[in-house]
């Protein structure tokens, strides 16, 4: 079984409620310490399902996510 097919797996499981806040409280603190941002690009390396980058995506001029395990 491929990596795609073991996070397709858990997926639905993966972002629980706790998750999604805790996502949104990071990205409000992330948002906080950005000094012109809609100039930049942001990586999110490591970004599990997105959460914290795809909340983030509207500060940034562009916006990448990388992962893997």
Same mark, same amino acid.
């Given at each position: 079984?491929?990596?795609t097919? &073991?996070?397709?797996? !858990?997926?639905?499981? /993966?972002?629980?409620?706790? $998750?999604?806040? !805790?996502? &949104?409280?990071?990205?409000? +603190? !992330? #948002?906080? /310490? *950005?000094?012109?941002? &809609?100039? &930049?690009? +942001? !990586?999110?390396? @490591?970004?599990?399902?997105? *959460?914290? @980058?795809?909340?983030? #995506?509207? /500060?940034f001029?562009?916006?990448?996510?990388?992962? /893997? $395990?």
């Amino acid at each position: 079984m491929g990596n795609t097919n &073991k996070f397709e797996m !858990i997926a639905d499981v /993966y972002d629980t409620p706790e $998750r999604v806040h !805790i996502a &949104k409280v990071s990205s409000d +603190a !992330i #948002r906080d /310490y *950005l000094v012109d941002a &809609k100039n &930049k690009h +942001a !990586i999110d390396f @490591g970004c599990g399902t997105g *959460l914290v @980058g795809v909340a983030c #995506r509207f /500060y940034f001029y562009g916006s990448g996510f990388a992962s /893997y $395990r």
